[in-house]
C-alpha cells in the first residue's frame, strides 16, 4: 500500500508525529487502538472522519517502519 499521501508529518502539529491526512489522530493512536483490541469497525464508528484506507495506511507505516529498523547488538 502507498500511505505517502495518507500519513503526514508537520512540525508543528502533535509534535512532528506521524498523522493522518494531516488531522491530528496519529499513527501511533490508532495501533494502540488496535492492540487495545478496538476493531476497525469501531476505530471508524468513533472517528467519523477516518477511512478503511487510513487505518490499512497506518498499519503499512508501521511495516515500514519495523522492517527499516536496525539493531546493533553490543
Given at each position: 500500500?502507498?500511505?505517502?499521501?495518507?500519513?503526514?508529518?508537520?512540525?508543528?502539529?502533535?509534535?512532528?508525529?506521524?498523522?493522518?491526512?494531516?488531522?491530528?489522530?496519529?499513527?501511533?493512536?490508532?495501533?494502540?487502538?488496535?492492540?487495545?483490541?478496538?476493531?476497525?469497525?469501531?476505530?471508524?464508528?468513533?472517528?467519523?472522519?477516518?477511512?478503511?484506507?487510513?487505518?490499512k495506511?497506518?498499519?503499512?507505516?508501521a511495516?515500514?517502519?519495523?522492517k527499516?529498523?536496525?539493531?546493533?547488538?553490543?
Open positions: 500500500m502507498n500511505y505517502y499521501d495518507i500519513i503526514t508529518i508537520e512540525p508543528g502539529k502533535r509534535s512532528g508525529k506521524p498523522c493522518i491526512r494531516g488531522m491530528r489522530i496519529t499513527v501511533y493512536d490508532i495501533l494502540e487502538y488496535l492492540a487495545g483490541g478496538m476493531t476497525e469497525a469501531e476505530i471508524l464508528e468513533d472517528f467519523s472522519e477516518l477511512t478503511s484506507e487510513d487505518i495506511a497506518c498499519l503499512a507505516f511495516a515500514d517502519r519495523e527499516k529498523l536496525f539493531v546493533v547488538f553490543l
